[in-house]
């Protein structure tokens, strides 16, 4: 169903919605909502479901995540396997 929403822009740029709309679009403090540009100038509203976990750092992508635990073993066992692999290689 289509709605149409009357929205009020400050003076600093931001965005007002009356309470009843937020309550009626189930809007909640700490959610982030992303403007889109559609056909013919219109502007779509819609609620960002994950946060997004890539970003730009020094011209690279890099995702932005929290580890499930402690990595420590993990990137041990990783380097001392392509270590290994490496001085296969090698012959030595």
């Given at each position: 169903?289509?709605?149409?929403?009357?929205?009020?822009?400050?003076?600093?740029?931001?965005?007002?919605?009356?309470?009843?709309?937020?309550?009626?679009?189930?809007?909640?403090?700490?959610?982030?909502?992303?403007?889109?540009?559609?056909?013919?100038?219109?502007?779509?509203?819609?609620?960002?479901?994950?946060?997004?976990?890539?970003?730009?750092?020094?011209g690279v992508w890099v995702a932005r995540v929290k580890?499930?635990?402690?990595?420590?073993?993990?990137?041990?066992?990783?380097?001392?396997?392509?270590?290994?692999?490496?001085?296969r290689q090698t012959g030595l």
């Open positions: 169903m289509l709605r149409k929403l009357k929205v009020s822009v400050d003076e600093e740029g931001n965005f007002l919605l009356p309470a009843q709309t937020r309550r009626l679009l189930h809007l909640t403090p700490g959610m982030t909502l992303v403007v889109e540009e559609g056909d013919q100038g219109a502007l779509r509203l819609r609620v960002q479901s994950k946060e997004t976990i890539l970003e730009e750092k020094e580890a499930w635990g402690d990595l420590t073993n993990v990137v041990r066992h990783e380097r001392d396997r392509r270590v290994l692999d490496l001085l």
